[in-house]
T-cell receptor, first 111, second 117 residues
Framework: GQNIDQPTEMTATEGAIVQINCTYQ??????LFWYQQHAGEAPTFLSY????GLEEKGRFSSFLSRSKGYSYLLLKELQMKDSASYLC????????????FGTGTRLLVSP | GAVVSQHPSWVICKSGTSVKIECRSL??????MFWYRQFPKQSLMLMAT?????????EQGVEKDKFLINHASLTLSTLTVTSAHPEDSSFYIC?????????????FGPGTRLTVL
């Protein structure tokens, strides 16, 4: 089976740093994606990790530990526009590749 | 690059009618497209994987006769919700995998909001 867990909701203040955790248990794991989704819109790609370690991309960084089934998305210098849902998704390869999404974390950034 | 479009962006229909949603990759070819459904305040649930020139692969619990998928070309996949009912009201999102681009990243369309009266 597959199981991808994230906190349901988080709050933070403008300018702060927030870390959104994701734990997963999937078969045929082939990488971990993070997407941002604003209400009523489609997800937009943020990052992809396939090897252990940290990937940095501007204010956003993503970390993966395959042995622990764990990833996090780190958002620095938070801005009001970062208020959105953040979706963790595991790429599974069970004959063909598909993305399985976690429950999503709703982040609210306050002034 | 890597733009995916969907049409229509929203649709309201009567119960019992069928609705077709189109998903197009505008500037790349996609041998594989995916269809997701998202209910309010929930995450995306994969419905099916659409492969160009072959039958779609449906996830467990998704009725293939109700959600017809056709992937006629490398840039177009369609999802037809047949005999729609109010419980089918949802946000339907497609994605296309740009193979060879950015480590097989999936790019999402803007979504189609379906409301069945």
């Amino acid at each position: 089976g597959q199981n991808i867990d994230q906190p349901t909701e988080m709050t933070a203040t403008e300018g702060a740093i927030v870390q959104i955790n994701c734990t997963y248990q999937t078969s045929g794991f082939n990488g971990l994606f993070w997407y941002q989704q604003h209400a009523g819109e489609a997800p937009t790609f943020l990052s992809y990790n396939v090897l252990d370690g940290l990937e940095e991309k501007g204010r956003f960084s993503s970390f993966l530990s395959r042995s622990k089934g764990y990833s996090y998305l780190l958002l620095k210098e938070l801005q009001m526009k970062d208020s959105a849902s953040y979706l963790c998704a595991a790429m599974m390869n069970t004959g063909f590749q598909k993305l399985v999404f976690g429950t999503g974390t709703r982040l609210l950034v306050s002034p | 690059g890597a733009v995916v479009s969907q049409h229509p962006s929203w649709v309201i229909c009567k119960s019992g009618t069928s609705v077709k949603i189109e998903c197009r990759s505008l500037d790349f070819q996609a041998t594989t497209m995916f269809w997701y459904r998202q209910f309010p305040k929930q995450s995306l649930m994969l419905m099916a994987t659409s492969n160009e020139g072959s039958k779609a692969t449906y996830e467990q619990g998704v009725e293939k006769d109700k959600f017809l998928i056709n992937h006629a070309s490398l840039t177009l996949s369609t999802l037809t919700v047949t005999s729609a009912h109010p419980e089918d009201s949802s946000f339907y999102i497609c994605s296309a995998r740009a193979e060879g681009h950015d480590t097989d990243t999936q790019y999402f369309g803007p979504g189609t909001r379906l409301t069945v009266l």
